[in-house]
């Protein structure tokens, strides 16, 4: 089940990432994808902000792994620049996913091999104007059931038909 919505600005990527991650757990995996630009690091921020990190957060880009010391802690990753899989190990990567850490991997889906296959999976896109994104939301695995409806609710009420006055059905396809 994917759920979606649209940002009109980072304020409001930021705003979704606050409110995604006061529904993560200790031991949760988002992966964020979308093209460079698109507020995978914005929204990054915000779910630091929901674990109670205060330490700035800075795009871990050039250094692949950032760590945070938060109630929840915060492991912020991005893969756009690692050429092997084995530099992830070498990074610690595996001792630092899961325990009591909630990661978050900038273009995770290429590393999805060495991810737990219960992950909540974010898409940034594009929209019809330069500051709009659409997200895309998907639960993977069983620590999500009991998590779905909250998450509905986080992304808000599903973008429907404009209310006013009844003209009968738009198309019929
Ligand atoms: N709706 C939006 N959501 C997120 N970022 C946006 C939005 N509109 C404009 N931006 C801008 O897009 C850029 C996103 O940067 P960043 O989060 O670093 O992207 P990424 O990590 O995906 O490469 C920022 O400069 C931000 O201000
Ligand atoms: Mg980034």
């Given at each position: 089940m994917t759920l979606r919505t649209t940002t009109r600005d980072a304020a409001e990527t930021h705003a979704l990432g606050q409110r995604l991650g006061a529904l993560l757990r200790p031991g949760?995996?988002?992966?964020?994808?979308?093209?460079?630009?698109?507020?995978?690091?914005?929204?990054?921020k915000g779910i630091a902000v929901a674990l109670g990190v205060t330490d700035p957060v800075?795009?871990?880009?050039?250094?692949?792994?950032?760590e945070y010391d938060a109630p929840t802690p915060f492991v912020h990753v991005d893969v756009y620049r690692l050429d092997h899989l084995q530099e992830l190990h070498d990074l610690g990567f595996d001792d630092l996913v899961g325990g009591d850490a909630v990661t978050v991997v900038e273009w995770g889906?290429?590393?999805?091999?060495?991810?737990?296959?219960?992950?909540?999976?974010?898409?940034?896109?594009?929209?019809?104007?330069?500051?709009?994104?659409?997200?895309?939301?998907?639960a993977a695995g069983t620590t999500w059931g009991d998590r779905r409806d909250a998450l509905g609710a986080a992304l808000g009420p599903a973008p429907g038909p404009a209310p006013g006055p009844a003209s009968g059905a738009a198309g019929g396809g």
């Open positions: 949760d995996v988002v992966v964020l994808d979308g093209d460079l630009g698109t507020g995978k690091t914005v929204m990054a800075v795009s871990p880009t050039f250094t692949v792994v950032r889906e290429r590393v999805s091999a060495v991810l737990p296959s219960d992950r909540l999976r974010v898409l940034l896109e594009p929209g019809a104007d330069d500051d709009e994104r659409v997200v895309s939301v998907d």
